[in-house]
């Protein structure tokens, strides 16, 4: 079961800001979605997520029409998105912030405390389980952010820029992150992301965009080598 987008537009007054994608998400993958700013990528993940309605083409996830519903119809299917700032709860201890989303799917207190502890020992952040979430480092915050999204029980995760701000083995320690999130849980991830030595090494395939339009998508050897993406948005910079 794919979470497909097909021929989205999303318009702003007379600003076009999708115009005419389609991009699917597989299970148990990891796809990047990259582009220069203003291109329309978190615009992308808000319809794919229900935050955002689509002015013509449809959502689908699976064979499930999703076309125009709200962000807890997605989240409830197991769509689960985060965004730019993590932004937990700061009154909250770490351990908390990530029951907050057991607790929300009817898991029981007592288990849910249990689960939590488990999660964030999969992100190394056991032994910060009982602080505040005011004493975590940027990078543990980033990580605390994919815990807490992980409690929901997503089948499809959508990151908004996971490693903005991190220094080199901070993203190196997302990285490794993600990976086992996709491979101990089996959730197809989309991520939208800069940090493009990040991208090219985590992701199975990239989906380009420039200016609302897709201009390649393919696995991270073809992109690096595409005329159209560096022109676009690589440069020269990128090894092909």
Known sequence: MDLAAEQLTVRFGGLTAIDGVSIALRGGEI???IGPNGAGKTTLVNVLSGFQRPHLGAVRLGDRDMT?????DFARSGVVRTFQAVRLFRRLSVAENVEVGLVGRGVGRAKARREALAMLAEFGLAGRAHLPATALSYGEERRAGLARALALG???LLLDEPAAGLAAAEA???KRAILALRDRHGCGILVIEHNMALVMS???RIHVLSSGRT??????????????????YLGASVAA
């Open 31 to 33: 796809l990047g979605l």
């Open 68 to 72: 125009g519903r709200v962000a807890n």
């Open 154 to 156: 997503p089948r499809y």
């Open 172 to 174: 190196d320690d997302l």
């Open 202 to 204: 985590l992701c199975d």
């Open 215 to 232: 201009i390649a998508s393919g696995p991270p050897s073809a992109i690096k080598a595409d005329p159209a993406v560096r022109t676009a």
